[in-house]
């Protein structure tokens, strides 16, 4: 017998567990949530498809997944987030 999907909880919380205006770095994170099978939303992806007169500016989006799977999302999600350049400094 398959199970029905569950229906949509408008009382679902969520976490924004990244914030990026990188779509390289936006790509890689919705593949490590899929591959883990976290659901995941995107919040201002539609603002990347509209063209503005200046083609270089960079729209912020934010990743969010449910609280309860938030912790996962950011150990998962370490994995491309980008070394403090005081770190960087540091290890020169």
Known sequence: MSQMPEAFNPDLELAVVLETSDPVQLAMAKGLLVEAGIPFYVL???????QDVDGFLRKWVRLQVSCDREA????ILEQIQPIPQEAADGEA
């Open 44 to 50: 201002g992806q539609i603002a990347t498809l509209v």
């Open 72 to 75: 996962e999302a950011r150990e």
